[in-house]
Nanobody
Framework: QVQLVESGGGLVQPGGSLRLSCAASGSIFSINGMGWHRQAPGKQRELVAAITSGGSTNYADSVKGRFTISRDNAKNTVYLQMNSLIPEDTAVYYC??????????????WGQGTQVTVSS
């Protein structure tokens, strides 16, 4: 079994910054892609940013230049640095990881979500 635990959400004023973390633990052999997604009230969940095991990244157009995704493979952790936050970034943020478990099978695991609210 594998668990993803997110942290770092909260309330921030427009123009502020937050850093989200997501740590994976359990029966992990290796982790391939990792990503951050978000879901605002009344909207579908959308991909925010993704990163491969080799460090290649991909971003939604709405966050390019403001958000940075990174990972620490030794800690099985992915981060999302969010700068210049705007009210439209308000959402529940979820991380996911494509985990190869000890049986060498790959599964897509998700975190429980962390609330980010951008408001004055």
């Amino acid at each position: 079994q594998v668990q993803l635990v997110e942290s770092g959400g909260g309330l921030v004023q427009p123009g502020g910054s937050l850093r989200l973390s997501c740590a994976a633990s359990g029966s992990i052999f290796s982790i391939n892609g990792m990503g951050w997604h978000r879901q605002a009230p009344g909207k579908q969940r959308e991909l925010v940013a993704a990163i491969t095991s080799g460090g290649s990244t991909n971003y939604a157009d709405s966050v390019k230049g403001r958000f940075t995704i990174s990972r620490d493979n030794a800690k099985n952790t992915v981060y999302l640095q969010m700068n210049s936050l705007i009210p439209e970034d308000t959402a529940v943020y979820y991380c996911n990881a494509l985990v190869v478990v000890t049986s060498r099978r790959e599964y897509d695991y998700w975190g429980q979500g962390t609330q980010v609210t951008v408001s004055s």
